[in-house]
């Protein structure tokens, strides 16, 4: 079945990076898009950016870009979501989720990870 | 500020119906970017509710139902269920931000 596995819960100082992994399985992985999104603890969603796996197009939030970087392994069948120079402000649970693309105006997120918890502290 | 504007709450007996709207502007919902709909209960993962406005996934209760009209976007759950009680969140893109993703800030829902 169609699947994304996050890794593992992270701890990073302020000022540190960190990144987190996405990995896909059940589907053509450079068929569909990946999103990240974000949440902090007790607030609502974040869209925080997105990857074309097939041909490596992105685009940020301009709430964390110039410290985001997306990449993908598309033999590993692998979204990535690095983000650089941590704040308090950015401790959330990290979402990757798949892109069902219908028109440039109608794509929606069908498929999500199980979230990642990134604590800056 | 969410670029997509939500109630932060809502609520309504069992068997009522309830709409939660998300209010954008004409650089999102005004457009052309269709909306979608998730819904999320505690410490768990959002699932997609409502796609392309109106549509929704297999095994989502036809209870829910999505439309759209001008810059604005409804949410509407008829025969509520306690199950119901959750937060529920629009989403669509905006071309002032060169087709970036927008939330809006979420809806809890609750079922007296």
């Known amino acids: 079945q169609v699947q994304l596995v996050q890794s593992g819960a992270e701890v990073k100082k302020p000022g540190a990076s960190v990144k987190i992994s996405c990995k896909a399985s059940g589907y053509t992985f450079t068929r569909y898009s990946i999103h990240w999104v974000r949440q902090a603890p007790g607030q609502g969603l974040e869209w925080v950016g997105w990857?074309?796996?097939?041909?490596?197009?992105?685009k940020y939030s301009q709430n964390v870009e110039g410290r985001v970087t997306i990449t993908r392994d598309t033999v590993a069948r692998t979204a990535y979501l690095e983000l650089k120079s941590l704040r308090s402000e950015d401790a959330a649970v990290y979402y990757c989720a798949r892109d069902n693309y219908v028109a440039y105006y109608y794509h929606y997120m069908d498929v999500w990870g199980e979230g990642t918890t990134v604590t800056v502290s | 500020q969410s670029v997509l504007t939500q109630p932060p709450s809502v609520s309504g007996a069992p068997g009522q119906r309830v709409t939660i709207t998300c209010k954008g502007s004409?650089?999102?919902?005004?457009?052309?970017?269709?909306v979608h709909w998730y819904q999320q209960f505690p410490g768990r993962v959002p699932k997609l509710l409502v796609h392309?406005?109106?549509n929704r996934p297999s095994g989502v209760p036809d209870r829910f139902s999505g439309s759209t009209s001008g810059t604005s976007a409804s949410l509407v759950i008829s025969g509520l269920q306690a199950e119901d009680e959750a937060h529920y969140y629009c989403?669509?893109?905006?071309?002032?931000?060169?087709?970036?993703?927008?939330f809006g800030g979420g809806t809890k829902l609750t079922v007296l």
């Open positions: 004409t650089s999102n919902i005004g457009a052309g970017y269709d």
């Open positions: 989403q669509s893109y905006d071309t002032s931000l060169s087709g970036s993703g927008v």
């Open positions: 990857i074309n796996t097939g041909n490596d197009d992105r």
């Open positions: 392309g406005n109106t």
